[in-house]
């Protein structure tokens, strides 16, 4: 999971804007992104991506987004990596971890997570039916 590394309202100068009601009350901010209809939210603790619903509480009527902006979410989620705005949680307990699944597969479909340079990465496994493994 990403988490916030700076206080939610920093998070302003990417052009997220605060979350209506009582969301923004409690610092929570939102950015919504047109190319894929997603919502990405943060707080001083949880960042998060969501799909744009027109009834969700968080959002204003006249929804923060940019319509002409042809990234999509990850494309923005790389940025704020980048900028330094978010880390995954898992970098703390030890930034240059690699787990190999290669070694600790089953028989069954197993799904495993890489970790490579803090980068966490989702990689599936599955069995044919002769038995050999698929990636």
Known sequence: MLIPTAPAKEFEKYGFKKCKGSYGKNGCYYLCIAHGVKMLFVSDICFDIND???D???IHKNANCRYR???DAYDIVY???IAGMLKSEFVEENPNRLISCEEKLP???YPCIVIFNGCQFHKIFSTDKQGGRNK
């Open 52 to 54: 744009w619903k027109d």
């Open 56 to 58: 969700d509480p968080r």
């Open 69 to 71: 902006d042809v990234r």
């Open 79 to 81: 940025e704020l990596i």
């Open 107 to 109: 028989d069954e479909p």
